[in-house]
Structures are given as structure tokens and as C-alpha cells.
């Protein structure tokens, strides 16, 4: 699904700010059941840039928009970051995550953020087993 970054991010940035629109929805009963999906989610998938900085302070919403438009952070958890109080998310995001009617245990998007190889102290010793 091809998403229309510049639209949502305005319309992202109008939900966050309390302007009701019709095109949105609530796939999450509270903020507690988003916060947990989104742990099983986004913060395993190479798509979340505070999966790959762990240690990095989360990013305010300009900083964010730019690692959007950069591909280094997924709109759909700049959506749920900026909606936690009220788990709102517009519908294309919704349907990004693979919401419809339901919301899928794993996101539509996801893609397995890969572990990082521990390297041996001498880089030209071989590894026998992984």
C-alpha cells in the first residue's frame, strides 16, 4: 500500500492538536493496548528508528516528520506515538497495519528488525557454531 507521507503527517499533526476529522479510527481500546502492540511490533521491526537507537531520546514531532520522509522511521508509529492519549490513527495508516474491522496481532508492515552479530575479539577467527 502506498502511503501519502506529507497528508498524513498534517493530518497526524491535526489529531495530536485535537481537531476531529471523520477519517479516522480507533483500532486500539485504550492507550495500554496500543502501547503493548506497538512493543510487539514496532519495536521489533527494522522500520522503528528507536528499535536500531535504543538509547537514543525519543525523537520530538519535527524531528520525527524529517526520519519519516527519510525512511528512517515508520508513519505509522510516528501515528501511534503522537495518538497515545487517544488512540486514534487515520484510516491509511490503519490500513497499513493491516487493520480491517480488526486489529491483526502483527502489523501489516512488519519486518523483523535482524539481531546483531557478536564478533569474536580476533575478526579472522572462525566461528564453528551460531
Not at 8 to 25: A, E, P
Not at 41 to 70: G, I, M, Y
Not at 88 to 115: H, R, S, V
Amino acid at each position: 500500500m502506498i502511503i501519502n507521507i506529507e497528508k498524513n503527517l498534517n493530518y497526524i499533526k491535526q489529531l495530536s492538536d485535537g481537531v476531529k476529522r471523520f477519517d479516522s479510527v480507533k483500532p486500539f481500546d485504550s492507550a495500554f493496548h496500543m502501547s503493548m502492540w506497538m512493543e510487539d511490533n514496532c519495536l521489533k521491526c527494522q522500520k522503528c528508528f528507536t528499535a536500531h537507537h535504543p538509547d537514543h531520546e525519543l525523537p520530538q514531532f519535527e524531528e520525527s516528520k524529517e526520519l519519516v520522509r527519510k525512511g528512517q522511521e515508520c508513519i505509522g508509529k510516528l501515528a501511534m506515538d503522537m495518538m497515545i492519549n487517544q488512540p486514534t490513527i487515520p484510516d491509511d495508516i490503519a490500513k497499513m497495519i493491516g487493520y480491517e474491522k480488526q486489529l491483526p496481532t502483527q502489523c501489516a508492515a512488519f519486518k523483523k528488525l535482524e539481531e546483531a552479530k557478536e564478533q569474536t575479539e580476533n575478526p579472522n577467527q572462525m566461528t564453528l557454531f551460531n
